[in-house]
């Protein structure tokens, strides 16, 4: 299996490095489930991490995948500007191996439109791995999650933006701290999306990108621990 090391200069003396391992983003119709294939085999240990929305339904959006069960939701999330539906961040720490993939399903309450991205990492600390998050809404061409608190050089940052309505195009990979992020999914539209950085410096984190054109869009930026790195 074919590991990507993130674009940024981890700092010196990590014990394992942290790698993109698969990515994908997804949007459907108005659905009460619908189920997302990592195909590629998963390692023991991965983090499984994305940024799900449910629109046009009430309470929050569900999911788990067919290996580890549910999954973790962090604490901040969004709703879309009309004040409709859910958007989150969840993940899974320390997943269990499938050397056939994991299918991922995210479920709604009653049928809804879904969308989102979800990523596979490896070299990522198993037990409390998110170490800080920002996120943010707005309508224009700049997406910017806002700022995470200090984040420890030589963590994984994970961004992601959804849209309410398409902007036509894949977005372009913004920046954090000086270091430009790497694109790892988009659907074509570009109404979901997903890109990461390895922290350089130690400093807060944004989550940015560029649409081609002004829409509503809905930003995350997460920063995970890296197996041998402090918290703080």
Do not use: C
């Amino acid at each position: 299996m074919l590991l990507s090391t993130l674009s940024g200069a981890p700092a010196s003396g990590a014990s394992t490095s942290v790698s993109f391992v698969q990515g994908t983003a997804f949007s459907t119709a108005k659905v009460t489930s619908t189920t997302v294939s990592m195909s590629k085999p998963v390692s023991a240990g991965d983090l499984l991490v994305g940024w799900f929305a449910q629109y046009a339904v009430s309470g929050n959006v569900q999911v788990s995948d067919s290996v580890n069960g549910a999954w973790t939701r962090a604490p901040s999330s969004e709703q879309f500007s009309n004040g409709q539906g859910d958007i989150a961040l969840y993940y899974l720490a320390g997943s269990k191996a499938a050397a056939g993939g994991i299918k991922i399903t995210v479920s709604a309450a009653t049928a809804a439109y879904l969308q989102g991205t979800v990523a596979e990492y490896s070299g990522i600390a198993a037990t409390g791995p998110l170490v800080g998050m920002a996120v943010a809404r707005a309508s224009s061409s700049a997406v910017n999650s806002g700022a995470t608190s200090s984040v420890p050089a030589g963590q994984l940052v994970y961004a992601a933006e959804v849209t309410g309505v398409s902007p036509g195009a894949v977005p372009t990979p913004g920046s954090s701290a000086g270091l430009t992020y790497t694109e790892r999914a988009s659907t074509s539209s570009g109404s979901a999306f997903e890109e990461d950085i390895t922290s350089g410096a130690a400093g807060a984190q944004a989550g940015t990108a560029t649409l081609v054109k002004s829409t509503d869009w809905y930003a995350v930026v997460a920063a995970f621990t890296q197996i041998g790195r402090a918290h703080v």
